[in-house]
């Protein structure tokens, strides 16, 4: 069946701007599906033409002001189609916005922020951030807010406003990051000896930075160990890596030079006064000691 064509030439509404018919209508449909498609594909190519010219969250941020910002000016543009005047339509989404202000504050405060996160950019897409209690990966920063995958996968949706007003720490904002761990030796172990050791083996990686130097001191002096803390400044992409290796080649090298790290250990010194030893323990003077301590255990028990 052919459809008659008269049928579009048929008035649905009429208006200031005189009669609507249902051909205006289809071709509001039609251009506002097509500049939507046309978005799209003109979205998708950039995306693959940015792709190593820009990075990738300044190139996300411009896409999306394009995509949307393109539909929003063919739907205002071809209001006119319908009958609907541009000028009144923006008057009356103006009050509407400021209705809508005062009663979703925290909806625009997200808007505000994410304008402002994708401006001053203290976290992109991919860092390594913690924020508000939250650690992974940034994987898009949105107008209303921020995706982190957790480190055990989880997918965290954090507001625009509570990321741009907490601290944020960016784990791979600077090129370099230092790490540190200690561990503890004998007293009786030669702590310069020890350094040494480490010292030796740090040498041996290329990854551990000589500017900044790496430290290993003693820091502090333990009941029963020698406690040696080691710094050491390695490139962000290679911290933790780094760090796991060395933290048991540490231990290894130590021990195989015969220092080992030692266990809590404490002397305790017993002391009975003589009167409370009762006559019939003093007899025999070779078991005395064991006498005492039994009858100490038997009076503690």
């Known amino acids: 069946m052919i459809p008659d064509i008269e049928l579009f030439n048929h008035s ?3 208006t200031s701007k005189g009669p609507v018919t249902l051909g ?3 071709q509001f449909i039609l251009i506002l599906s097509l500049s939507i498609l046309i978005s799209r594909i003109i979205t998708l190519y950039l995306r693959r033409y ?3 010219k820009v990075s990738r969250d300044a190139g996300e941020t411009v896409l999306k002001f394009f995509y949307y910002g393109t539909i929003i000016i063919v ?3 071809t ?3 319908i009958g609907i005047d541009p000028s009144g339509f923006l008057l009356a989404g103006g009050i509407t916005g400021i209705v809508l202000g005062f009663a979703s504050q925290n909806i625009v405060g997200n808007l505000i922020s994410g304008i402002f996160l994708m401006v001053e950019k203290p976290i ?3 860092d390594q951030v ?3 209690g939250t650690s992974g990966f940034v994987t898009d920063i949105r107008i209303i807010s921020t995706l982190i995958r957790t480190y055990d996968g989880l997918l965290v949706r954090i507001p625009n406003q509570q990321v741009f007003t907490s601290n944020i720490t960016n784990l791979v904002g600077h090129p370099v990051r230092r790490f540190e761990f200690a561990i503890g030796i004998r007293h009786s172990d030669d702590a310069d000896h020890a350094i040494r050791l480490v010292e030796d083996l740090i040498d041996k990686e290329s990854f551990a930075l000589l500017n900044p130097a790496p430290s290993i001191f003693v820091s502090k002096i333990e009941e029963s160990s020698v406690e040696l803390v080691i710094r050491i400044w390695a490139p962000v992409s290679e911290w933790s890596p780094l760090k796991t290796k060395l933290v048991w080649a540490v231990k290894k090298i130590l ?3 015969g220092i080992e790290v030692p266990f809590p250990q404490r002397v305790v010194y017993l002391h009975t006064a003589s009167d409370q030893i009762p006559e019939e323990l003093k007899q025999n003077p070779e078991k005395e000691i064991e006498n005492i301590l039994n009858y100490e255990e038997r009076v503690l028990a």
Request: charged content about 30%; cysteine-free; aromatic content about 16%.
């Open 12 to 14: 649905l509404y009429t």
């Open 24 to 26: 205006h209508i289809f």
């Open 50 to 52: 940015f792709k190593d």
């Open 75 to 77: 739907f205002i543009s």
């Open 79 to 81: 209001l006119d189609l």
């Open 124 to 126: 992109k897409i991919g």
């Open 130 to 132: 913690e924020i508000s």
């Open 255 to 257: 021990e195989e030079n």
